[in-house]
């Protein structure tokens, strides 16, 4: 439910207000805007009628909200959110940023070979896997905390902010501590603990999208993550599971456009994941950027063939050079035409 206070509400109206709710097990999220405050209302609001909260002389109107999303729904708060991330740089709002670097963190001679390419074409951020989700129990799994402290190595170095994934909450405070943007892999999407634990933290969280999830469960995910209080979450569409198997998934770019109807938090694409193919990154990379992507996540490897981890759809420093500047020209283009979704 979205409640519009009146102009001349009194701070004392709606501080009582905001109590009376939260005695009722409600709580009230201030959106404020250029000119109105929005309250939005989360939690069990099946004792509040829209037409008994209306009577209450300071407020404008109530509205129902039908999604079963609410914080992350773009009726609770109509502008883009903007994130911001290292470096003064920012996600969002037309803010574009591209995460790039390797599936995983290997050793410090290739994290940071990669991270002063992947800076030097222009890079927002480094992503970099420490603890990887691998389907099979037997193949790398990461470097774990010595990982981490490689990607702290190159952050160190190159000035790039770091983006990685956490698998459990078994790491959570070194996470808080550590870690510039928390990355929550697909295989975790659902794993409403760890979201909830995330949400606590003041840092911006990369949601992927599940692998089989639709994108009302993505944004559904994010209300756990947003409800914590405290964290910031940036999307990501990373491709999904269909009966196509000429591409490892099969990327839905068109949830990019649906996503931001939906929602003001940024969307990013995973070329990389989403195709599994380094030849199909560069191709989809731009399409998703024409479509209306905040951002990317992007795969780049100095030595695909030898990577202990997605050599297959790892695009080389020189390529993602080049893409780094066809993107531009995308960007260029498209901010000159205007479409309503
Ligand atoms: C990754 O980004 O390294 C990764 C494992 O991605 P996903 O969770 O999308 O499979
Ligand atoms: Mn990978």
Known sequence: MIVVIKDDATEAQIDGFIRNLEDRGVFAKAIKGESKTVFGLVGDVSSLSPEGLARNEFIDKVMKVSEPYKLSSRSFHPDDTVI???????IGGGNFAVMAGPCSVESEEQILSIATDVKRSGATMLRGGAFKPRSSPYSFQGL?????????????????????????????????KEVDVIQVGARNMQN??????????????????????????????ADYVLVGGKAQVILCERGIRTFETATRNTLD???????????HLPVVVDPSHGTGYWNLVYPMALAATAAGADGLIIEVHNQPAQALCDGQQSITPQLFDDLMKSLGKIREAISTIEYTL
């Open 84 to 90: 911001d991330l290292p470096g003064g740089k920012k």
């Open 144 to 176: 774990g905390l010595d990982g981490l402290d490689l990607l702290k190595i190159a952050r160190q170095k190159t000035g790039l902010g770091i983006v990685t994934e956490i698998m459990s909450t078994d790491y959570i405070d070194v996470f808080e």
């Open 253 to 263: 770019l068109s949830a990019v456009p649906v996503l931001k109807k939906r929602t």
């Open 192 to 221: 409403f603990t760890l979201l909830k634990e995330v949400g606590r933290l003041g840092k911006p969280v990369l949601l992927k999208r599940g692998p089989s999830s639709t994108i009302e469960e993505l944004l559904m995910a």
